[in-house]
C-alpha cells in the first residue's frame, strides 16, 4: 500500500450496521470484523478498536450479536460474535431505512 | 427484555469486575495477536508487525476506557468513587459535618414528625374496607343549609325504608354512654367502660365483622332484646384474658345482664367526639327515642354499589323532602345531606395541619440556608483543591457533580437522623398533646405512625434540600474564575460575589423567621386573650368525674335512682377537704344539649320561632361547687323532688332573652313534648361559656336532677388543695355508696378547660416550639456568615488598623454590614407575614393577622437576636492585631 488514504470517518450509526451485515455472512472476532469491514469497503472505512469495541458492547447488551469464545484458524482463542435473530431483523430494518435515505439524497444531488 | 440483559451485563460489570475486566483483557489481546498475524501475512518484519499493530490499536487503556464508559453501571462507579470522596472529605471535617448533618436533622426531623400527624389524621384513609364508599348522613334545615343536625330513629326508620341508594344504613347514639361493668367473683374490679348504642347494619355499614361470633339482628333493635354487647378487642383481651368462650356468656353491665355476641377484631377502633368505644350495645329504641323530634342518633351509610355521592344526595334530599312535607310539626323545612365520612370534622384539622406544615416548611428552608452558608464558605476554603483538580483535566460538569453529591450525601445524613426524630418525636407528640388529636371522629391515634408514606416524605424532603442547598456551591464551579485559584490565597478580598450571597442568604432567612416568629406570636397572643376570658365559673381546685346512671328512657322522664344527689352529698360532703360537691348533666366547655318550651302567658309563636336554650340536669350544690354565682332566688335543694313543684334554674342570658324587661322568678315554661309539666324559675344563674372560651354564651336551663334524669351525670367537687389528691378518697367514698356505678375520666377542672382550647393550644405549643427552632438556626447562621467573613478579611483589618482605624469601627463595619441585610430580611419577612397568617384564620382569637403589636414584637426580638449574633463574633475584628493579620500568609 503506498500512500494511506486518510480513513473516512463513519456516519453516526453506520458502524452499528456495517457490523451486523459483515456477521450476517459469517461469525467473526473483534480483528476479523476490522478486516472484513477494511476489505469491503476497499479500505475506505478503517474501524479502529477504540471505536469498535464500545460498538460491540452495546450490540450484545442490546442482544443484536453474542459472543462466544472459540478458537481460531491459526489455532488461537478469540471471541466469535455471531448475529442474533434480533440482530438479523434490525439489519434487515436499517438496510430498509438506508436505501431509501441514499436513494432519496442522490435524486437531490442529482437534480 | 433488552433493559434485563443491560441489567443483568451492567450487574456483572458491577459485581463481577475482575471477569469482565479479563475478558476484554483477552479479547483485546487477542485482536492485537491477529492484527499482528495479519501484517506478518502481508509481509512485514515482525518487529514493525508489531509496533504497527500496536499503533493501529492506540492505548490499551484508552480502548478498555470507552468500552467501559458503553454501559450503564459506569456511571454507578463514578458516583461510588464520589461518595467515597465525599466521605472521606467529610471525615476531615468532622465539625463542618456535625452542624450540617444535626441542622438538617432538625429541619427534616420537624417536617417528618408534622408529616406523620398530618398522614394519620388527614391523608390516610379510613381504617375501614372501601372507606371512600362510607357517607355520614345529616338533617339539615333550609334555614342555615351548612349546619348539619342529627336524626331521630323515627327519620332513619324512614330513610332505610325509602332509600334505594345504600348498601346500609344505620344509626349510631351520638352521645355514647358509659357502661358500668360489675366486680365479680374471680376478682374483677368494677370498671366503667366506653360504649355505644348501634342499630344492627352498624357494622355492615363500616365493612367490618366480628372476628368472634356475630353483630346484632334488626330485631335487637327493640326495647327488651337489647341485652347483647359487642366487645373491643382490647377490652376483650385485658379484662377476659381473650377467653373465647366468653361468646355466648352474660356479662354484667349496669347491674343487668348482657350476653356477649361478638368480639371485633385488633384493628377495628371506633371513636366520635371521644375516644374509642370499648362496647357496642343494639339500640333497643325506648319510648323517647321513638318520638320523631328526638334528634340524638348519628347516620352512617354505605353507598350502593355504582351509585355516587351526588345521586345519594338527590335521593336523600327527595326523602327527606317528603317527611317534611308528612310531618311539618317536627320537619318542617328540613332536608339531608351527604358528605363522605372520611371529610367529616376535618376543616380545623386541616387549617391547622397546614399552618404547622408551612411552618416546619420554614424551619427547613432556614435549615438549608444555614447549610448553604456552611458549604460555601468550606467551598471558599476548598478553592486550591478544586483548581487542581481542574487543572488534572476535571470537567466543571464533573465537579459541579461531585459537589452536589457532598450535598446529596449530607442531606442523606441529615435525612436518616431526621426520620429517626420522626420515628422518636411522633409518638411523643401524641403522648405530649393528645387532647386535641385523639377528638377527631373516626381517626384513632393509632394511625399516626411513621409509614411507607412518611418514608417517601422524607426522602423527597430530604433530596430537594440536598439539591436546595448544593446548587450553590455547585453552580460556583461553573463561573470562569480570574487570575489562577492556584496562585491566589485563601481568601478572597474586600467582600465580592461569595460574600454578597452568603449575607443575601442571612437576609433569606431572617425573614423566613420572621414568618415562624409571626405565627407563634399571634398565637399566644390568641392563647393569652382566650384564657383571659372569663368562662363565668372558677376551674381551680375542682375535681370531676363520670359516673353512669342508666335510665329506661334515656333522655326523659323521672330518674331511676332517685337518692344519687343526696348519696352524692352524704358521701362525697363528708370527705376531708372536700368544701362542696354536686353533679351536671353537661360539663361547660363542654358543648350541650337543647330544648324547645313554651313561655306560660306568652302567645304560641309560629314553629319555626319556638323559644329554645340549652338544657342541662343538675344536683343541688352543682352551682356553689363550680363558684358559678346565683343572682337572683335560689339553686336547687333536696326538697325539689318528683312529689313537689316542678322546677328550673335559668342563666342570665335565658332570663335576659325570655324576660328583658321582667323579673323570671316565678314565671314559668313548658317542654314542646306532650304530658311535659310547667316548670317554675326559681333561680337565675351567671353565664358559662358553654360552647368553648371562643363561644358566647347562650340562654340555658337547668332541672334538678331529682325531677329530671340524665343517663350519666358529671360529679364536680370543690376541695381544699390540689384536686387529684382526693380523687383516690372520693372514689372510696362513692364506691361505698354505688358500688355498681364506678366512676370514670377523673380530672381537674382546669384539664377541662385546657382541653376546651386544645386545638390552639396544639398550634401554640408546635408553632412556638417551631419559632424557637427557627430563630435558633438563623442565630447560629448569622454567627457563622459574620466570623467567616471576619476570618475572611483579616488581613484587610489588619491593614485598616495599622492605618489607624479604631477597632470599635471595625466592629461597627461587620455589625452594620449585617443588619443592613438583616433589615432587608425583616422588610422581606414582614411582607411575607401579612401574607402567610391568613393561614391561621379562625384559630386566632381576638387578634388580627396583621396586629401590629404582635409583628412589632416579634420583630424586636427577632433584630435584637440577629445583633448579638453579629455582633459577638464582630468583636473579634477589634481584637486583630496588625502585625500577626499582615503577617498571617
Known sequence: MPEEPAALVLVQGTLDMLILKTLALEPLHGFGITLRIEQMSGGVFRVNPGTLFPALKRLERDGLIAGDWRTTENNRRAKYYTLAARGRRQLRDERAAWGRQVAAIARILEA | MPLWRHLAAGLRGLFRRDRVEADLDAELRSYLDESVGQKLRDGLPRDRALRAARVEMGSLEAVKDEVRD???????????????????????????????????????????????????????????????????????????????????????????????????????????????????????????????????????????????????RPEEETLGKDHEVVLAYGLWAARYGADASLVGRTIRMDGEAYTVVGVMPPDFQFQFWSGPRQVWVPAGFTAGDQRRN????????????????????????????????????????????????????????????????????????????????LLLARGAGRKRELAIR?????????????????????????GAAGLAAAVWGSPLLVRILPGYLSSIAFRPLSGIHVDGQVLAFTLLVTGLAGILFGVFPASGSFRRRAGNPLNERGDDQGGGRGNRLRHALVACEVALTLVVLCGAGLMIASMVRLLGVDPGFDPARVLTMRVSLPQINTYYGPPVHARFCQDLGESVGAVTGVVSTGAVAHLPLRGNAGRGFFLEGKPVPERSETPGASYSVACPGYFRTMGIPILEGREFTARDTLASEPVIVINQAMARRYWPDEDAIGRRIRMG???????????????????????????????????AAWPSMTIVVRTTAAPMSFARPIALALARVEPDR???????????????????????????????????LAGVGIVGVVSYSVAQRTREIGIRVALGARPGDMVALFVGRTMVWVAAGLATGLAGSLAFMRLLGTLLFDVRPADPMVLGAVSAVLAAIALAASYLPARRAASVDPLVALRSE
Open chain 2, 294 to 373: 328526638s334528634n340524638s342518633f348519628v347516620a352512617i351509610a354505605r353507598l350502593a354499589p355504582g351509585v355516587t355521592l351526588a345521586q345519594a344526595q338527590a335521593e336523600m334530599a327527595t326523602i327527606q323532602g317528603r317527611l317534611a312535607a308528612q310531618y311539618p310539626d317536627d320537619d318542617a323545612d328540613t332536608s339531608a345531606a351527604v358528605v363522605p365520612m372520611g371529610d367529616f370534622g376535618l376543616t380545623e384539622v386541616r387549617r391547622l395541619m397546614l399552618a404547622l406544615l408551612a411552618a416546619v416548611g420554614f424551619v427547613l428552608l432556614i435549615a438549608c440556608v444555614n447549610v448553604a452558608n
Open chain 2, 673 to 707: 313534648i306532650a304530658g311535659e309539666p310547667w316548670m317554675t324559675v326559681v333561680g337565675v344563674v351567671g353565664d358559662v361559656r358553654h360552647w368553648g372560651l371562643d363561644s358566647a354564651t347562650r340562654p340555658q336551663f337547668f332541672r334538678p336532677y331529682t325531677q
Open chain 2, 390 to 414: 481542574r487543572a488534572l483535566g476535571a470537567s466543571p460538569a464533573r465537579i459541579a457533580r461531585q459537589l452536589l453529591v457532598e450535598s446529596l450525601s449530607l442531606a442523606v445524613l441529615g
Open chain 2, 70 to 216: 458503553a454501559g450503564w453501571e459506569r456511571h454507578l462507579e463514578t458516583l461510588w468513587q464520589d461518595l467515597r470522596y465525599a466521605a472521606r472529605g467529610q471525615g476531615r471535617a468532622p465539625g463542618f459535618t456535625a452542624v450540617a448533618v444535626l441542622t438538617l436533622a432538625l429541619g427534616v426531623g420537624a417536617n417528618s414528625t408534622i408529616f406523620t400527624v398530618v398522614n394519620g389524621t388527614l391523608l390516610r384513609p379510613l381504617s375501614f374496607p372501601s372507606p371512600d364508599r362510607l357517607v355520614l348522613v345529616w338533617k339539615t334545615h333550609a334555614s342555615e343549609p351548612g349546619d348539619f343536625s342529627i336524626v331521630s330513629a323515627p327519620e332513619f326508620w324512614d330513610w332505610q325504608r325509602q332509600n334505594h341508594v345504600f348498601d346500609s344504613l344505620a344509626i349510631f347514639d351520638s352521645a355514647g354512654k358509659g357502661y358500668n361493668l360489675a366486680a365479680d367473683a374471680i376478682g374483677r374490679d368494677a370498671e366503667q367502660v366506653s360504649g355505644v348504642r348501634v342499630t344492627a347494619q352498624f357494622f355492615r355499614v363500616l365493612g367490618v365483622e366480628p372476628f368472634l361470633g356475630r353483630g346484632f
Open chain 2, 742 to 776: 364506678p366512676v370514670s375520666n377523673i380530672g381537674p377542672m382546669i384539664d377541662i378547660v385546657g382541653a376546651s382550647v386544645g386545638s390552639r393550644r396544639f398550634a401554640m405549643l408546635l408553632l412556638s416550639s417551631f419559632a424557637l427552632l427557627a430563630l435558633a
